[in-house]
């Protein structure tokens, strides 16, 4: 078996990576765990839009795992968030972050990536917005 790769072709986070620099971080990140790699699952481009990696999701049977370039691509929701992680957990799959290093294969390592995204959600509110008025 393998881990099946999953890249955006959307910003992530408000920011663009270019899909072959996702792939190359992906496949890097399985290279180095001795990981086998099979090709990247690239989502589609409109926000909110997880039909693709719904498509991944349901290959969990035949796969290892799921390498996403980041765990920022993961849904806002954080119910969404946990049903995928459930579904991982119930095909005795684990679920992995290239960008962030992080993998998970347990309830406690996605408590991690649970508090990871409440921290940069928080930092993104609260980052200074200049003044328009003058």
């Not at 393998?2 to 663009?16: D, F, K, L, Q, T």
């Not at 498509?55 to 765990?71: A, H, K």
């Amino acid at each position: 078996m393998a881990y099946r790769g999953y890249i955006a072709s959307r910003p992530v986070m408000g920011e663009r990576t270019p899909q072959h620099v996702q792939n190359l971080v992906v496949r890097d990140y399985a290279w180095r765990r001795g990981l086998t790699f099979a090709l990247s699952a690239t989502e589609y481009a409109m926000p909110d839009c997880f039909m693709i990696f719904e498509q991944v999701l349901d290959e969990l049977p035949r796969l290892d795992g799921i390498i996403c370039f980041s765990l920022f691509m993961l849904p806002g929701d954080a119910a969404r968030r946990a049903a995928i992680w459930h579904r991982v957990r119930a095909a005795g799959g684990s679920l992995h972050f290239a960008l962030e290093g992080l993998a998970v294969h347990g309830d406690q390592e996605f408590s991690r990536v649970e508090d990871i995204w409440t921290a940069r959600t928080v930092m993104k509110e609260s980052e200074w917005q200049p003044s328009t008025a003058r």
